[in-house]
């Protein structure tokens, strides 16, 4: 069974940073790509970055261009998004999401975590 | 930037047939997943690659995508498919997601 276990979240100031994890169990974790997609309080869905399974190759948001970064170790089947420079906007439940292949762009994201809330806020 | 857009409610009776639309410029030129959401819980893959169905997902669930508008189709719409729906297109290695329906069944 897949299973992706989303932590890191919390509160934290405007300017501030946080790295979220998301331990991964249950599939062969080098052989998706991988992404994470946020959720403002309330709002829709919001997709933030992608990786592929060896980590050659990533997108991101405009919002978060040059602000995240996504990365993978593949030895711990984690993967991780450095998130620097947060704003109030940024503030929603981030979840990470299995690609059904390596390669990108992803097919469709078949399994999601539970999620991490972050929150921006003074 | 690319916009996907859905209505933002459906409403259908028990049994009957719901039909949620999803529109972009020249979408039918690109795949297009859908998701389910029910409340406080994360999404859920319900149709991926236009009209392809994840295991597990019963076959009421079925999509099309032509022109500049996909549709995901629930026959015999149950109770439990009360949730909100999201479509999804790569466009120019971006994800973009609609806004999303809330499909109400009563």
């Known amino acids: 069974e897949v299973q992706l276990l989303e932590s890191g979240g919390g509160l934290v100031q405007p300017g501030g940073s946080l790295r979220l994890s998301c331990a991964a169990s249950?599939?062969?974790?080098?052989?998706?790509?991988m992404t994470w997609v946020r959720q403002a309080p309330g709002k829709g869905l919001d997709w933030v970055s992608a990786?592929?399974?060896?980590?050659?190759?990533?997108y991101y948001a405009d919002s978060v261009k040059g602000r995240f970064t996504i990365s993978r170790d593949n030895s711990k089947n984690t993967l991780f998004l450095q998130v620097n420079s947060l704003r109030a906007e940024d503030t929603a439940v981030y979840y990470c999401?299995?690609?059904?292949?390596?390669?990108?762009?992803?097919?469709?994201?078949?399994?999601w975590g539970q999620g991490t809330l972050v929150i921006v806020s003074s | 930037s690319y916009e996907l857009t859905q209505p933002p409610s459906v409403s259908v009776s028990p049994g009957q047939t719901a039909s949620i639309t999803c529109s972009g410029d020249?979408?039918?030129?690109?795949?297009v997943c859908w998701y389910q959401q029910k409340p406080g819980q994360s999404p859920v893959l319900v149709v991926f690659?236009?009209?392809k169905r994840p295991s597990g997902i019963p076959e009421r669930f079925s999509g099309s995508n032509s022109g500049n508008t996909a549709t995901l189709t629930i026959s015999g719409t149950q109770t439990m498919d009360e949730a909100d729906y999201y479509c999804?297109?790569?466009?120019?290695?971006?994800?973009?997601f609609g806004g999303g329906t809330k499909l109400t069944v009563l």
């Open positions: 999401a299995k690609s059904s292949r390596r390669e990108l762009p992803p097919v469709g994201f078949d399994s």
């Open positions: 990786l592929s399974g060896n980590g050659d190759s990533t």
């Open positions: 249950g599939f062969t974790f080098s052989s998706y790509a």
């Open positions: 999804q297109a790569w466009v120019s290695s971006t994800a973009v």
């Open positions: 020249k979408l039918g030129d690109t795949y």
């Open positions: 690659q236009d009209r």
